[in-house]
Each structure stands twice: as C-alpha cells, then as structure tokens.
C-alpha cells in the first residue's frame, strides 16, 4: 500500500515560486499516475495537475496552466509540483495522490501541505 508524503509549501507573497514535493513508499512508483490536488478554506477539492506514468504526459487546470510545471522522478520515487507567478487565488492546501486506473478511484493521499499567498 502506498503512502504519500508531501513537503515545501510555505507563505510567499504575489508572484514568487515554491516547489512542492511528494515521497512515496510501500509501492511501485512508476506504475501510479501522480497528480496534485488543492483544497482552499470553504471550497471542494479541485484537480490541479498530473503526470503519466512514465512522466511523458501531463496536463493541468486552466487556472494554472503556463505557471506550474509537474515533473517526476522515478529513480527517487518523488513527484514535484513547481508553482511560479503565485497568486492570492493559489492558496490552499496541496494534496498529491496516486493512481493506477484514474482519479474516480485514487489509492493514496498525501497529508497535505499549506501553501499561502498574500498580496
């Protein structure tokens, strides 16, 4: 069973950067499809990004898109988050997940970590 640690979230302010990462163990890594959820105070859960298997592929949600960038590295088991050009809007806190089959059935959720924007 495959847990979930994520890491790097932090208070900035408008347009500054942070690099979210996420651990996982107890599993095979490349056979999860990774993405990153977000959950601001008073509001669902909402996709943000994700990365294919192979890390070949990924997409993103039109309110991010052309600001974050998800990668992955196989070898360290770890997926990463890169969020530039940070607005008030992206505060929330940030939840990766896993998948083998697609996002109606995750199998994994990180704790979360709070990422917090100001202007």
């Known amino acids: 069973q495959v847990q979930l640690v994520e890491s790097g979230g932090g208070s900035v302010q408008a347009g500054d950067s942070l690099r979210l990462s996420c651990a996982a163990s107890?599993?095979?890594?490349?056979?999860?499809?990774m993405g990153w959820f977000r959950q601001a105070p008073g509001k669902e859960r909402e996709f943000v990004s994700d990365?294919?298997?192979?890390?070949?592929?990924?997409s993103y949600a039109h309110s991010v898109k052309g600001r974050f960038t998800i990668s992955r590295d196989n070898a360290k088991n770890t997926v990463y988050l890169q969020m530039d050009s940070l607005k008030p809007d992206d505060t929330a806190v940030y939840y990766c997940?896993?998948?083998?089959?697609?996002?109606?059935?995750?199998?994994?959720w990180g704790q979360g970590t709070q990422v917090t924007v100001s202007s």
């Open positions: 107890g599993g095979t890594f490349s056979m999860y499809t």
């Open positions: 990365i294919s298997k192979s890390g070949g592929g990924a």
């Open positions: 997940a896993a998948t083998s089959l697609g996002w109606s059935t995750p199998i994994a």
